[in-house]
C-alpha cells in the first residue's frame, strides 16, 4: 500500500518547495516546546512518548505553519485512569485576538468509562463552537488516526476517516471561516482535573503517574510557511479536489452514525448557551 521510499524521494524532489509527501520523523518537522525531559522519541525517531507526572506535562509544536492541507497523526492515549488529564492535537495561528484554530482534545477518564473527544473551531478569535464525542472504541489500546482537512470548502475533523466534526465554509453568508491565517501544528499533554471528566468532579490520581501518550505517523500535507505565496490557492493541490470539496456517501453516512450513536454535546443544540442557534448551525452539515 505505501510508496517506497525512494519513490516518495522522487516524488519529493519534484515538488521541492511545494508539497511533499514522505514519511516524517518527529524531529524533520517538530521541535519540543514544553520540557524537553518528558518527550522521548522511540523507534528511531518515527514515535514518540508524552509523559505527564506531578512534575510537568508536555508539548511540541510544528516548525513551520501550513495554510490549508491536511494534518494526520497515529496517537495512542493514556491507558487505565486516565481522569483529569487531557492530550490535545491542534492547529493555531497564533495572532492575537483574531486568531484562527482547530482542536482535538481528548478527555480521559476512570478506567472502564469512556474517552471523550471534544473538537472546537475558532475562526477569526471567535470560538465556543465544542463538540463533543465519546469515543466507540479503546483510544489506549490500540493507535488510531486522527485528522484535520482544512481547505477552501470545509474543515472536516476525523478518526479512522469518520468525520466528527464538520464545519463549511459559509463566507457567503457572512459567517466566518478560517482561509488567511497559516497554522502551526502543536499537540500537549497536561492536567486539567479542574474541568476535564465529568466537569472537574474526577480529579487525577496521581498513584497511577507517570501517564504515558505515544505518537507516531506523523503526516503534514500543505502550504508551508515560509514556502510558496502562491501554493495556498492552488485548485492541483490534492486537498481542494471535488472528492475533498464535501463528504461522500459513506462519510455523510459515518458522520451521522457518529452523531446518532455518539455524540454527547453540540453547542449547536444548547439551548441555555445560544437561546438562538449559531448562523452556521443553520447552514447544514
Ligand atoms: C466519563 O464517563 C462518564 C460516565 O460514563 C461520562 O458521562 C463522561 O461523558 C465521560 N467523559 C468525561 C470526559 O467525563
Given at each position: 500500500m505505501?510508496?517506497?521510499?525512494s519513490?516518495?524521494?522522487i516524488?519529493?524532489?519534484?515538488?521541492?518547495?511545494q508539497?511533499?509527501?514522505?514519511?516524517?520523523?518527529?524531529?524533520q518537522?517538530?521541535?519540543?516546546?514544553?520540557?524537553?525531559?518528558?518527550?522521548?522519541?522511540i523507534?528511531g525517531?518515527?514515535?514518540?512518548?508524552?509523559?505527564?507526572?506531578?512534575?510537568?506535562g508536555?508539548?511540541?509544536?510544528?516548525?513551520?505553519?501550513y495554510?490549508?492541507g491536511?494534518?494526520?497523526?497515529?496517537?495512542k492515549?493514556?491507558p487505565?485512569?486516565s481522569?483529569?488529564?487531557?492530550?490535545?492535537?491542534?492547529?493555531?495561528?497564533?495572532?492575537?485576538?483574531?486568531?484562527?484554530?482547530?482542536d482535538?482534545?481528548?478527555?480521559?477518564?476512570?478506567?472502564?468509562?469512556?474517552?471523550?473527544?471534544?473538537?472546537?473551531?475558532y475562526?477569526?478569535?471567535?470560538?465556543d463552537r465544542?463538540q463533543?464525542?465519546?469515543?466507540w472504541f479503546d483510544?489506549?489500546?490500540a493507535?488510531h488516526?486522527?485528522?484535520?482537512?482544512?481547505?477552501?470548502?470545509?474543515?472536516?475533523?476525523?478518526?479512522?476517516?469518520?468525520p466528527i466534526?464538520?464545519?463549511?465554509n459559509?463566507?457567503v453568508?457572512?459567517?466566518p471561516?478560517?482561509?488567511?491565517?497559516?497554522?502551526?501544528?502543536?499537540?500537549?499533554?497536561?492536567e486539567?482535573?479542574?474541568?476535564?471528566t465529568?466537569?472537574?468532579?474526577?480529579?487525577i490520581?496521581?498513584?497511577?503517574?507517570?501517564?504515558?501518550?505515544?505518537?507516531?505517523?506523523?503526516?503534514i500535507?500543505?502550504?508551508?510557511?515560509?514556502?510558496?505565496?502562491?501554493?495556498?490557492?492552488?485548485p492541483?493541490?490534492?486537498w481542494?479536489a471535488?472528492?475533498?470539496q464535501?463528504?461522500?456517501?459513506?462519510?455523510?453516512?459515518r458522520?451521522?452514525?457518529?452523531r446518532m450513536?455518539?455524540?454527547i454535546?453540540d453547542?449547536?443544540?444548547?439551548k441555555s448557551?445560544?437561546?438562538v442557534?449559531?448562523?452556521?448551525?443553520?447552514?447544514?452539515i
Amino acid at each position: 500500500m505505501e510508496l517506497s521510499f525512494s519513490l516518495l524521494l522522487i516524488l519529493c524532489i519534484s515538488f521541492v518547495g511545494q508539497v511533499c509527501a514522505r514519511p516524517a520523523t518527529f524531529l524533520q518537522d517538530f521541535r519540543v516546546t514544553w520540557s524537553d525531559s518528558h518527550i522521548r522519541q522511540i523507534q528511531g525517531g518515527s514515535a514518540i512518548q508524552l509523559v505527564l507526572d506531578q512534575s510537568s506535562g508536555c508539548g511540541f509544536a510544528s516548525k513551520n505553519q501550513y495554510l490549508f492541507g491536511r494534518v494526520s497523526m497515529k496517537i495512542k492515549l493514556i491507558p487505565g485512569d486516565s481522569a483529569g488529564t487531557v492530550t490535545a492535537f491542534y492547529m493555531n495561528s497564533d495572532i492575537d485576538n483574531v486568531w484562527d484554530e482547530l482542536d482535538f482534545e481528548f478527555l480521559g477518564n476512570r478506567s472502564g468509562q469512556p474517552y471523550t473527544v471534544q473538537t472546537n473551531l475558532y475562526a477569526h478569535g471567535k470560538g465556543d463552537r465544542e463538540q463533543r464525542v465519546n469515543l466507540w472504541f479503546d483510544p489506549s489500546a490500540a493507535f488510531h488516526t486522527y485528522s484535520i482537512l482544512w481547505n477552501h470548502h470545509h474543515v472536516v475533523f476525523s478518526i479512522d476517516d469518520v468525520p466528527i466534526q464538520v464545519y463549511q465554509n459559509n463566507e457567503v453568508r457572512g459567517i466566518p471561516y478560517p482561509k488567511s491565517q497559516p497554522m502551526g501544528v502543536y499537540s500537549t499533554l497536561w492536567e486539567a482535573d479542574d474541568w476535564a471528566t465529568r466537569g472537574g468532579l474526577e480529579k487525577i490520581d496521581w498513584s497511577k503517574a507517570p501517564f504515558y501518550a505515544y505518537y507516531t505517523a506523523f503526516d503534514i500535507e500543505g502550504c508551508s510557511v515560509p514556502g510558496p505565496a502562491a501554493c495556498a490557492s492552488n485548485p492541483s493541490n490534492w486537498w481542494e479536489a471535488p472528492a475533498y470539496q464535501e463528504l461522500d456517501a459513506l462519510q455523510a453516512r459515518r458522520y451521522k452514525w457518529v452523531r446518532m450513536n455518539h455524540l454527547i454535546y453540540d453547542y449547536c443544540s444548547d439551548k441555555s448557551r445560544y437561546p438562538v442557534p449559531p448562523p452556521e448551525c443553520y447552514a447544514g452539515i
